[in-house]
């Protein structure tokens, strides 16, 4: 094929792992044929580099909710047109850690493993990722989620613990969107049920975890779960849907507010101004001073710079 399949492999993991979590499925499923690949394998290992060569400005945004002096002025990155709206609370503050996870069912071709998917954001954009195969195998899509959100939440205590140390402390419990009905419910009953007495001790930490009121599971629509992305391939329209969330091409609904709050301030403004004008011209337009403040519009932009995960 004229090339080398573990050289090609091990050149766009260094990307994925440091801000492109949009291939990071598609090459964990390549990750498994390593010593004997076939021509398909070949071709889409071919498609994935193509993708990345084609796509090398792309990196993961961060938005502030006020714009800062020092950094310098870059045009924001234009989802793609799908007329979607984020619908998770977590883009009401910059500083809030939320967390999507998901988990297909025995997608391992060798050993029926299910693959687990996890984003962490904050700021609007990814901070932390992955995509891996459970070690053990489940017996149902329920076990496969509630072990994908057990390990969700040692990430998310980890990043607490992190921020914390940064200043940006969580002051509320961290929510994890999760679109199984069965694990959720699993890990708000706070005690294990009869089908889930075979499951490792260490996956019911969560339960603890819960109680604690460190982090809380919230249900959310599969079409709106960005982990979605991080478990199997994807149709066209649906890949780039979760890949504007997670990379932060969409406005968090807090800057968005901010640009709001701008704009009516900028309209109360001009008809200010316009009052002044009129009553200058009543007065005959001499020895009549009225302060008017003078609005100054500063556009919001953005950033593109990569995670370390």
Same mark, same amino acid.
């Given at each position: 094929?004229?090339?080398?399949?573990?050289?090609?492999?091990?050149?766009?993991?260094?990307?994925?792992?440091?801000?492109?979590?949009?291939?990071?499925?598609?090459?964990?499923?390549?990750?498994?044929?390593?010593?004997?690949?076939?021509?398909?394998?070949?071709?889409?290992?071919?498609?994935?580099?193509?993708?990345?060569?084609?796509?090398?400005?792309?990196? =993961?945004?961060?938005?502030?909710?006020?714009?800062?002096?020092?950094?310098?002025?870059?045009? &924001?990155?234009?989802?793609?047109?799908?007329?979607?709206?984020?619908?998770?609370?977590? %883009?009401?503050?910059?500083?809030?850690? $939320?967390?999507?996870?998901?988990?297909? #069912?025995?997608?391992?071709?060798?050993?029926?493993?299910?693959?687990?998917?996890? $984003?962490?954001?904050?700021?609007?954009?990814?901070?932390?990722?992955?995509?891996?195969?459970?070690?053990?195998?489940?017996?149902?899509? %329920?076990?496969?989620?509630?072990?994908?959100?057990?390990?969700?939440?040692?990430?998310?205590?980890?990043?607490?613990?992190?921020?914390?140390?940064? /200043?940006?402390?969580?002051?509320?419990?961290? =929510?994890?969107?999760?679109?199984?009905?069965?694990?959720?419910?699993?890990?708000?009953?706070?005690?294990?049920?009869?089908?889930?007495?075979? =499951?490792?001790?260490?996956?019911?930490?969560?339960?603890? #975890?819960?109680?604690?009121?460190?982090?809380?599971?919230?249900? =959310? *629509?599969?079409?709106? &779960?960005?982990?979605?992305?991080?478990?199997?391939?994807? *149709?066209?329209?649906?890949?780039?849907?979760?890949?504007?969330?997670?990379? /932060?091409?969409?406005?968090?609904?807090?800057?968005?507010? $901010?640009?709001? *709050?701008?704009?009516?301030?900028?309209?109360?403004?001009?008809?200010?101004?316009?009052?002044?004008?009129?009553?200058?011209?009543?007065? /005959?337009?001499? /020895?009549?001073?009225?302060? $008017?403040?003078?609005?100054?519009?500063?556009?919001?932009?953005?950033?593109?710079?990569? *995670?370390?995960?």
């Amino acid at each position: 094929m004229g090339f080398k399949y573990r050289q090609v492999i091990g050149e766009i993991m260094f990307p994925m792992v440091k801000c492109r979590a949009d291939i990071s499925s598609h090459v964990i499923f390549l990750t498994q044929f390593l010593d004997n690949p076939s021509e398909k394998h070949y071709e889409a290992l071919r498609d994935v580099s193509k993708y990345l060569s084609e796509t090398l400005d792309r990196g =993961i945004y961060y938005w502030r909710p006020t714009p800062h002096p020092d950094l310098p002025h870059q045009p &924001n990155p234009t989802p793609h047109d799908d007329n979607y709206q984020l619908k998770t609370i977590g %883009t009401k503050a910059a500083n809030t850690l $939320v967390a999507y996870v998901d988990s297909d #069912w025995a997608s391992s071709s060798k050993k029926r493993n299910s693959l687990t998917g996890m $984003v962490l954001m904050l700021a609007g954009g990814a901070i932390g990722y992955k995509t891996k195969f459970q070690p053990i195998i489940a017996h149902s899509s %329920t076990e496969a989620e509630f072990i994908a959100a057990c390990d969700t939440a040692k990430m998310i205590l980890f990043f607490r613990f992190l921020l914390e140390e940064l /200043g940006v402390e969580q002051q509320v419990a961290t =929510i994890m969107y999760e679109d199984n009905t069965g694990a959720l419910l699993m890990a708000n009953a706070q005690q294990p049920t009869k089908r889930t007495r075979h =499951i490792e001790i260490k996956h019911f930490a969560l339960l603890d #975890w819960v109680e604690q009121d460190l982090l809380t599971l919230h249900s =959310i *629509s599969t079409h709106d &779960n960005a982990a979605d992305a991080m478990t199997k391939p994807l *149709s066209k329209q649906l890949f780039y849907c979760h890949m504007d969330t997670y990379m /932060g091409y969409r406005k968090p609904e807090y800057v968005q507010t $901010v640009q709001s *709050s701008a704009r009516t301030v900028t309209r109360v403004s001009c008809s200010t101004r316009s009052r002044v004008v009129q009553a200058r011209a009543d007065h /005959g337009g001499e /020895g009549y001073r009225t302060p $008017v403040r003078r609005i100054v519009i500063i556009y919001l932009h953005s950033l593109p710079i990569c *995670s370390l995960v």
